[in-house]
């Protein structure tokens, strides 16, 4: 059997949500939205939309964290002051921040105007190294970078620049069909 690469599980970018990061929240809420609406047959419907610069390159992801993220601006000085990522909070101390930060102050009343004026640039992930990967690489690899970088996907280049993403959601129903089809000895 053929050793499985990258590149014959990843989505390419052509058929990838994309926006550019000049679009408002508004608009890649919707290109997330419609993502999900074509899923690709036999796949998960997409969390994240890719973000492309003026060039047509991917420079972010934005998902649904991110969204969320882009209606409360604070977020943004307070994580970058505190480098708070991922580390594992009690529930007493998060609502404490919100009424220390004054967080979330009246969320739904201005969601419509911070949806049209926030731009994409200013809220969305800009992925790292580790997060990318070539598209000649195994599965094994992939799988590798995934559970060590936490990530949900990699991009995927080939000598350049981005041609495709692979989705954890991807990775993980190959390696259940894996599972599924191994002969049980008991």
């Known amino acids: 059997m053929k050793t499985k690469l990258v590149k014959d599980l990843m989505i390419p970018l052509a058929a990838y949500a994309t926006v550019a990061d000049s679009a408002t929240l508004q608009e890649a809420v919707q290109a997330l939205e419609d993502a999900s609406a074509r899923c690709y047959p036999g796949r998960s419907p997409c969390r994240a939309v890719l973000v492309l610069d003026a060039d047509g390159q991917v420079v972010g992801k934005v998902g649904f964290v991110d969204v969320l993220r882009g209606l409360e601006p604070k977020y943004r000085s307070l ?23 004054n967080l979330w102050e009246q969320p739904f009343e201005a969601i419509c105007r911070k949806a049209s004026a926030g731009r994409v640039r200013d809220f969305m992930y800009a992925p790292a190294e ?28 080939d000598g350049g620049p981005v041609v495709g993403i692979l989705r954890l959601s991807d990775l993980f129903a190959e390696v259940a069909e894996r599972i599924k089809a191994c002969e049980i000895n008991g």
């Not at 480098?83 to 998060?94: C, N, S, W, Y």
């Not at 000649?136 to 060590?148: E, K, N, S």
């Open 79 to 101: 994580m970058e002051r505190r480098g708070m990522a991922h580390l594992g909070f009690t529930r007493q101390f998060l609502k404490g921040m919100v009424e220390q930060y």
């Open 130 to 157: 580790g997060e990318v990967i070539e598209a000649t690489a195994t599965l094994d690899q992939a799988a590798h970078q995934i559970v060590m970088g936490h990530h949900q996907s990699l991009l995927v280049v």
